[in-house]
């Protein structure tokens, strides 16, 4: 559903911060953003892939490097960076429609959404002004914080697999980083194991909430500033993106600067159930797949089944597939969905959860098949990384 004006009530402050230390780091950062192909040492980090080089505070290169260490899964092999590789704007290459686990029979529930950009999303909160929950992270808003989140998948049996947090905080005093820890949080950080596992989430927050994870790069980004011009194709998805009696795109994920960061994210942070059919290669990793009521779950509200988060459309061209149980494969795909839904039902089947669906704003649109091309286009504008320096060569 679409959300006019953001209620400040719930906003992390620090989030608005954050946005204005990545503003002024971006200014000095784009001058000299570089693809690299880096192989990392033997702290067991992964490659990492188009990553804007900045300068990293103590917490958050220790962040960093929590985030990229593969020795913290059981059995190892997995670490953050598996399921959100920067080469794939921070969400899961593999293409699964749920990411595997450390075990590698067990599969996540959902589709690993992006972390990019999850910095600037408020906490989970419900704006009585709008009668909508906004904010939080997981497609369920079930975390509040970065820091949150990040504790879940580590002791999930479906994904790190961890089975205490003595196992995570006794390897991490045994890394080649261990000194890096105590440098941020003090000689005794380790010696009360709780406390040094929440402060090992703290250091990915730190590190999710940098110039590196959310860059501003795109040719989108470029376009705002009268650096680059799109495409004719280009500029028409835009305006069909924009267009209230077209695509319609904006009413949940805005193509205006956010009230309160002043940052362009391309979502409202709403909930909406959008009549998405189930994905039966669910159920063909996962025997025991039951229904997903998403933030109805979260609620224990009826009114609320079937709703699952706004995503940001920032790098989305990257992020395949889509929806919370990546049921469709392609931009071109979703538009359809939102464009055909209700008329031909044979094709895309019936809502999983089929109360709550949103049927004002989808469903039933009419585009041509040249337009929903043209929409996927501009879309595609979003992703990070673009030089614009070769359009002007």
Same mark, same amino acid.
């Given at each position: 559903?679409?959300?006019?004006?953001?209620?400040?009530?719930?906003?992390?402050?620090?989030?608005?911060?954050?946005?204005?230390?990545?503003?002024?780091?971006?200014?000095?950062?784009?001058?000299?953003?570089?693809?690299?192909?880096?192989?990392?040492?033997?702290?067991?980090?992964?490659?990492?892939?188009?990553?804007?080089?900045?300068?990293?505070?103590?917490?958050?290169?220790?962040?960093?490097?929590?985030?990229?260490?593969?020795?913290?899964?059981?059995?190892?092999?997995?670490?953050?960076?598996?399921?959100?590789?920067?080469?794939?704007?921070?969400?899961?290459?593999?293409?699964?429609?749920?990411?595997?686990?450390?075990?590698?029979?067990?599969?996540?529930?959902?589709?690993?959404?992006? %972390?990019?950009? =999850?910095?600037?999303?408020?906490? $989970?909160? #419900? @704006?009585?002004?709008?009668?909508?929950?906004?904010?939080? /992270?997981?497609?369920?808003?079930?975390?509040?914080?970065?820091?949150?989140?990040?504790?879940?998948?580590?002791?999930?049996?479906?994904?790190?697999?961890?089975?205490?947090?003595?196992?995570?905080?006794?390897?991490?005093?045994?890394?080649?980083?261990?000194?890096?820890?105590?440098?941020?949080?003090?000689?005794?950080?380790?010696?009360?194991?709780?406390?040094?596992?929440?402060?090992?989430?703290?250091?990915?927050?730190?590190?999710?909430?940098?110039?590196?994870?959310?860059?501003?790069?795109?040719?989108?980004?470029?376009?705002?500033?009268?650096?680059?011009?799109?495409?004719?194709?280009?500029?028409?998805?835009?305006?069909?993106?924009?267009?209230?009696?077209?695509?319609?795109?904006?009413?949940?994920?805005?193509?205006?600067?956010?009230? %309160?960061?002043? =940052?362009?994210?391309?979502?409202? $942070?709403? #909930? @909406?159930?959008?009549?998405?059919?189930?994905?039966?290669? /669910?159920?063909?990793?996962?025997?025991?797949?039951?229904?997903?009521?998403?933030?109805?779950?979260?609620?224990?509200?009826?009114?609320?089944?079937?709703?699952?988060?706004?995503?940001?459309?920032?790098?989305?061209?990257?992020?395949?597939?889509?929806?919370?149980?990546?049921?469709?494969?392609?931009?071109?795909?979703?538009?359809?969905?939102?464009?055909?839904?209700?008329?031909?039902?044979?094709?895309?089947?019936?809502?999983?959860?089929?109360?709550?669906?949103?049927?004002?704003?989808?469903?039933?649109?009419?585009?041509?098949?040249?337009?929903?091309?043209?929409?996927?286009?501009?879309?595609?504008?979003?992703?990070?990384?673009?030089?614009?320096?070769?359009?002007?060569?």
């Amino acid at each position: 559903m679409p959300l006019s004006t953001q209620s400040i009530t719930g906003r992390s402050w620090r989030t608005i911060t954050l946005f204005a230390v990545a503003a002024l780091l971006l200014c000095v950062a784009q001058c000299r953003q570089k693809h690299h192909h880096d192989k990392h040492d033997d702290e067991g980090e992964a490659e990492v892939k188009d990553v804007m080089e900045v300068q990293l505070t103590p917490a958050q290169l220790l962040g960093k490097k929590i985030f990229f260490d593969t020795n913290l899964s059981n059995p190892p092999g997995q670490s953050c960076a598996t399921c959100h590789m920067p080469g794939n704007a921070f969400a899961d290459p593999e293409g699964l429609p749920v990411s595997r686990g450390a075990v590698k029979t067990k599969f996540g529930h959902r589709n690993s959404p992006t %972390i990019a950009y =999850a910095a600037f999303s408020p906490h $989970f909160h #419900y @704006d009585s002004v709008e009668e909508a929950y906004i904010g939080g /992270l997981f497609w369920d808003g079930r975390a509040n914080t970065l820091s949150e989140q990040a504790l879940i998948p580590l002791m999930s049996h479906f994904e790190m697999n961890n089975t205490s947090e003595k196992t995570v905080v006794d390897y991490i005093k045994t890394s080649p980083y261990a000194n890096l820890f105590k440098t941020v949080y003090g000689p005794k950080s380790f010696d009360d194991t709780h406390a040094a596992f929440l402060r090992i989430a703290e250091a990915l927050e730190e590190y999710e909430e940098t110039v590196e994870v959310s860059p501003f790069t795109s040719k989108f980004d470029y376009y705002m500033k009268g650096l680059v011009k799109l495409t004719p194709q280009e500029e028409r998805g835009l305006k069909l993106f924009n267009d209230e009696k077209k695509g319609n795109c904006a009413a949940c994920h805005p193509s205006t600067p956010d009230p %309160i960061t002043g =940052a362009i994210l391309f979502t409202d $942070f709403t #909930y @909406d159930n959008l009549g998405v059919p189930a994905n039966p290669r /669910l159920i063909e990793l996962d025997k025991d797949y039951k229904k997903d009521c998403g933030l109805g779950s979260v609620v224990k509200c009826l009114e609320d089944e079937g709703k699952f988060k706004v995503p940001t459309l920032r790098n989305i061209d990257r992020t395949a597939p889509y929806f919370h149980n990546g049921v469709y494969k392609t931009l071109e795909d979703v538009v359809r969905f939102y464009n055909s839904r209700d008329v031909d039902t044979i094709k895309f089947g019936p809502a999983e959860v089929k109360q709550n669906v949103n049927k004002d704003e989808l469903g039933n649109l009419g585009l041509t098949e040249q337009e929903i091309k043209d929409i996927a286009a501009f879309m595609r504008t979003l992703s990070d990384g673009y030089n614009f320096k070769v359009e002007k060569d």
